[in-house]
């Protein structure tokens, strides 16, 4: 487990509206997307003894954010996600919302990235997707 409730609630991204069980419900799915987002890297690597402490805590941060994206979601599910309407009509009138639900069954984990925890890992070096050099 990368995070407890207690640590979850000392993080700058900690949400009042989440309660231990809301926490607990959305803890394995939010690190289930990060581990994709990051390749992995703290299934490979120990974050308890990670000395980059900038980097291990920026992971941390990004957990805190994605389980407050799942919750504000309402599901853990990229199908449930995905269910919305990309737009609605009555009448006449009619309100397209772009393509923000279009696609998600090629990516399934995809539709459940939070912006906030993408851009808390920009600067950590954890979304380097390149190839090591020789």
């Known amino acids: 487990m990368y995070l407890t409730f207690e640590d979850y609630q000392k993080l700058n ?12 419900k959305y803890l394995g799915k939010a690190s289930l997307v990060i581990d994709e987002m990051t390749s992995d890297y703290y299934k490979l690597h120990d ?26 979601l309402g599901t853990s599910s990229s199908y449930e996600a995905g269910l919305e309407p990309s737009s609605v009509s009555m009448g006449r009138t009619s309100i397209n ?17 939070s912006d906030e925890a993408i851009s808390v890992l920009v600067g950590s070096g954890l979304l380097y997707k390149g190839v090591q050099s020789i």
Do not use: M, V
Request: glycine letters at 6%; proline letters at 2%; charged letters at 20%.
């Open 13 to 24: 991204a900690s949400d009042t509206a989440i309660t231990s069980d809301l926490f607990a």
């Open 47 to 72: 974050l308890a003894t990670d000395d980059n402490l900038y980097r291990a805590n920026k992971f941390r941060e990004a957990i805190g954010l994605e389980i407050n994206h799942l919750n504000e």
């Open 97 to 113: 919302y772009g393509n923000q639900t279009q696609n998600i069954n090629g990516a399934p984990l995809s539709a459940l990235y």
